[in-house]
């Protein structure tokens, strides 16, 4: 039809294809058209975010629209996320509120009972209401006036203040400028103020690659040719150094360059110039060895369209060193070496496949000569290379040892000058292999292996995968905070491993990673088993705990603690193998094999498996797990997370429009975690801590002072104390505390990742840490009422008059109260600033000047029935023994924190303790700067090739499919 409208109008085929489903790597269908039918594969089918690419025109017909396309089948669920704290202090609340029931039950019952003993033959003292016929009423009138009076224990206000404090910790990462990304212009942000202090506790962190560890950007850094290194840079000693501005390479020269490229070697152009026989073959084989599509977009500007970004530096490297790919027909491909254009003949393309891991072409050049250029995975180059290589593929070898161990990603290059008459013969094999209709895979590698031998080595190339900046730094950094990264990614096994040695995700070091490749269930069961055997033989005893409980077959899901492997080991998994290891039981076998590891790396994998892994993990380890990524196909693991962050990267604004947190780079995340969500959660701790504390201090007393008043329901305090002290006395300490409160600064943190490990146990708040409480506030409310009715007990001023008085008791009582509050306080700030000061001790004097306003004369005269505290404060302040009883009952409420603080440490040290002295003792004695010096480890080669390369493009080349009618002119002007 071509683009005949009218033939389009009249065109009234029917597919007939399978429902909807979240399977991005399967699709069938069936189009009837005339009577034909023809099948639709995966192939046929164009997702979300494709590019077509060469086109000039399409028609495509629309399969799945809104909710059933695959994308939104792979999407997850928007849940509303609450933190462990929330859930933790909606029980505690329920703790509280059955505590207060009982204790109004327990006074209720006392009240009655005191009722019966003596109230009812003293009523012409106290006599009873009217409407009260018996003990057994006021009792239960008593129960709800205990249930008032002692209402403070339940924390209304806590919901409150913990919102504030969560707001203002959320402003300190907006306005974190060691978060800020200039390049971009782009801050961090907080786009919701309720999981700061989950940011203090994550065990897991699941991570995409493309877009968040790695920019992906392929930069041609080093090569090896004929056994000699490029991209070194040298000083006048000979010492190889940094590339530095000066030391790169002028290419002004070529007209054809492209200005983005940048190399530090000016000998290699110096070699490019000589017409270096080797180095002419090594660019001419870059120039040729690749399925790169040429574009003109703007004439006279040349535009590469690479299907793997590592093939587009490699074209691009020899583009400007002066073998520049202009254009390709099925048959032919067209270079300008050097100022002149040649065209050769392109016999055949050898594709790459994930077997081969190798890539060859077959052309013939203008001077009649059949050249077979290769280039793949050291390991198989290696195995195919001539004898008389054995020497300089030796060199070669040691070269990509050295490049490996600096993260680059390396390949060889060879080639072969084919005999005519060879190469007619195998042209026949090859034909009649591509046409046979069974075993067609097979018997084209067999045709392959037979022209890929004797290959004679040119040397190998070394392309750097672009990091994000600091992404090795900030893995090591959550590893020694005992944060596991998983990798989930999209891409191929092989650019994941690489991506994982680079960010320091695995390590040379490891005692071994496992692959799990299985095309089964069986095969994926015995590969899981297999690996958790080496790494921990007695977890597939049937004595095993977890094994034990799970021939019980619970219906809740169990909590998988911790296993500790024998070793460190890695673990790789494919996506195809992952949908039979997330089927029923063997979940768990896979969970329990990946979380032993110090790694995993899962590829290939579909949005609903990445959101499936990370549920995985939250449903049986029971740990805070954060997912980050960059694109659409991350917000279902982000959903799933208990924490989502979004990287405002290249590929849209949809994974940060579904993030809690967004920065603009990844190594901002050790930034967010290692300081402010540290910060935030121990603030929480700390505020949580202290306000239950108070309130059991506050409230606890009336309990004591009911054995003294007949269970009357009489408050110890002034009605007003009673309405300032949450909202006036003790508000703007404790808030000052969870908003300025630092244990260590951000530098401390950063250095000392060990410091992140309480949260991650959320040891600093539990319900061991609230009955801590409860005790610590019973044992004050005991102290804050006894001490005080001991001292004033039968007690006289100097002058001789008594003091013995409810009044004079509640004051003593309510002002030791804000005293001992004040100095708890003051004990557990860590970092003193002038706000912290001023909402400390400005909060006890405000106290004592409120207490004189409402005790004054002229306001009690003026409403004696509201304000009844005449002259009480200037009366009784100025007895020596309101002091001493201050003192006394302060220094007692103080004795148990001061000795729970020093004797810990000594006699129960958690290593978050030793830490924190190490700290204390660097802060006293400043050790000297070390030098470091960086050591060469020689590493495994990991091959470059095939960075999201598919098998096929090549047929698809030499189809002419892809090809566009207009290709780029070598205009005069360029030569």
């Not at 660019?283 to 060895?289: D, K, Q, T, V």
Request: charged share 20%; aromatic share 12%.
């Amino acid at each position: 039809m071509e683009d005949n409208l009218e033939l389009l109008s009249a065109f009234d085929g029917e597919i007939r294809c399978e429902p909807p489903n979240n399977k991005l790597d399967k699709f069938s269908g069936v189009l009837t058209y005339l009577g034909e039918d023809y099948f639709l594969g995966h192939d046929k089918l164009l997702l979300r975010g494709c590019i077509i690419r060469n086109t000039d025109w399409c028609y495509g017909l629309v399969i799945y629209t809104g909710p059933d396309t695959k994308l939104m089948q792979n999407s997850g669920k928007s849940t509303f996320k609450r933190t462990h704290i929330d859930h933790l202090m909606n029980v505690l609340v329920v703790w509280i509120f059955l505590a207060l029931g009982a204790m109004c039950l327990l006074l209720s019952i006392g009240h009655g009972i005191w009722e019966s003993n003596k109230g009812y033959f003293f009523q012409a003292f106290l006599p009873w209401q009217r409407y009260i016929a018996s003990s057994a009423t006021s009792s239960a009138l008593v129960f709800w006036s205990y249930f008032i009076v002692l209402n403070t224990m339940v924390p209304i206000s806590l919901y409150v203040s913990v919102e504030i404090i969560r707001l203002g910790n959320s402003y300190y990462i907006n306005w974190d400028r060691h978060m800020y990304y200039a390049p971009k212009n782009t801050p961090a942000q907080a786009r919701t103020t309720t999981l700061n202090e989950e940011l203090g506790q994550v065990k897991y962190v699941f991570s995409d690659k493309t877009g968040t560890l790695t920019e992906n950007v392929m930069i041609f850094n080093k090569c090896s040719i004929n056994g000699k290194t490029y991209g070194y840079s040298y000083d006048a000693n000979g010492k190889c150094v940094p590339g530095s501005p000066n030391d790169k390479v002028d290419f002004s020269y070529n007209q054809l360059a492209d200005p983005k490229f940048s190399f530090y070697d000016n000998t290699l152009v110096e070699a490019v110039r000589n017409e270096d026989h080797f180095v002419y073959l090594f660019f001419l084989c870059l120039s040729l060895c690749h399925t790169v599509m040429s574009e003109e977009k703007v004439e006279g500007e040349l535009v590469y369209q690479a299907q793997s970004p590592d093939e587009g530096a490699l074209v691009t490297a020899s583009r400007n060193f002066g073998f520049v790919f202009c254009s390709r027909t099925p048959e032919t491909i067209t270079v300008i070496e050097m100022g002149k254009v040649r065209v050769y003949q392109l016999l055949a393309i050898l594709d790459f496949s994930n077997e081969r891991k190798r890539m060859s072409v077959v052309v013939r050049t203008p001077e009649d000569r059949v050249m077979l250029f290769c280039k793949g995975a050291d390991t198989i180059i290696y195995e195919l290379l001539h004898p008389s290589c054995a020497s300089l593929s030796d060199v070669t070898m040691d070269h990509l040892d050295d490049f490996a161990s600096e993260g680059l990603r390396t390949l060889m290059v060879a080639y072969r000058e084919l005999d005519n008459a060879f190469f007619q013969t195998w042209i026949k094999k090859h034909s009649e292999a591509r046409l046979t209709l069974e075993d067609r895979e097979r018997k084209l590698t067999l045709v392959y292996e037979e022209v890929e031998s004797d290959l004679m080595l040119l040397g190998a190339t070394a392309i750097e995968d672009k990091l994000q900046s600091g992404v090795p730094q900030t893995i090591v950094t959550l590893n020694k905070a005992k944060v596991k990264v998983w990798v989930l990614t999209g891409d191929k096994q092989e650019t994941a491993v690489n991506i994982a040695y680079a960010c320091r995700i695995f390590k040379d070091e490891m005692d071994g990673v496992f692959t799990v490749e299985g095309t089964d269930r069986e095969s994926v069961l015995q590969e899981l088993r297999s690996a958790r055997n080496k790494m921990k033989p007695e977890s597939l005893l049937e004595s095993d705990p977890i094994n034990i409980c799970l021939t019980r077959k619970p219906k809740m899901p169990i909590r998988v603690l911790d296993e500790i492997p024998n070793g460190d080991y890695g673990l790789v998994i494919s996506g195809y193998s992952l949908a039979y290891a997330l089927e029923g039981n063997m979940e768990l076998e896979l969970l329990r094999t990946a979380c032993m590891c110090k790694a995993v790396i899962c590829c290939r994998m579909t949005p609903l498996q990445k959101a499936q892994v990370v549920d995985l993990v939250k449903r049986y380890k029971k740990v805070v797990t954060l997912a980050i990524g960059d694109g659409a196909n991350d917000i279902g693991m982000i959903k799933a997370a208990h924490i989502g962050v979004g990287i405002s990267g290249h590929e849209g604004m949809q994974a940060i429009l579904s993030s809690d947190f967004s920065f603009a780079q990844f190594h901002h995340l050790q930034r967010l975690l290692m300081v402010h969500g540290r910060w935030s959660y121990n603030r929480m701790c700390k505020f949580l801590s202290y306000f239950f504390y108070k309130n059991f201090a506050f409230t606890l007393v009336h309990f004591w002072y009911a054995f003294f008043n007949g269970f009357s329901a009489q408050t110890v305090y002034d009605t007003w104390f009673i309405t300032c002290y949450n909202l006036v006395y003790t508000s703007l300490p404790v808030l000052g505390l969870s908003l300025f409160e630092k244990d260590v600064n951000e530098t401390w943190s950063l250095c000392y990742p060990e410091l992140y490990e309480p949260g991650q146990h959320n040891l600093y708040f539990n319900k061991k840490e609230f009955m801590k409480c409860l005790m610590h506030g019973i044992y004050s409310s005991f102290v804050l009422f006894f001490v005080p009715m001991g001292t004033i007990f039968n007690s006289e001023r100097s002058d001789g008059k008594d003091i013995s008085d409810f009044q004079s008791f509640s004051l003593i009582v309510q002002t030791t109260l804000i005293w001992v509050m004040t100095m708890q306080i003051a004990l557990r700030t860590n970092t003193w600033t002038t706000i912290s000061h001023a909402f400390t001790w400005g909060s006890l004097g405000l106290y004592f000047c409120v207490l004189f306003f409402l005790y004054s004369d002229g306001l009690c005269l003026m409403f004696p029935s509201t304000f009844q505290f005449l002259g009480v404060a200037r009366n009784n302040l100025n007895q020596p023994q309101l002091w001493l009883c201050l003192i006394l009952s302060t220094v007692l409420c103080m004795i148990p924190v001061i000795g729970y603080s020093f004797l810990k440490p000594i006699l129960c040290p958690v290593n978050v303790d030793k830490v924190l002295n190490r700290i204390h003792f660097c802060l006293k004695h400043p050790l000297p700067p070390t030098v470091k010096t960086k050591a060469k480890h020689p590493g495994l080669r990991r091959s470059a090739y095939a960075f999201s390369h598919k098998q096929g493009f090549g047929d698809l080349i030499t189809s002419g499919k892809t090809l566009k009618s207009k290709a780029f002119k070598t205009n005069k002007k360029f030569l």
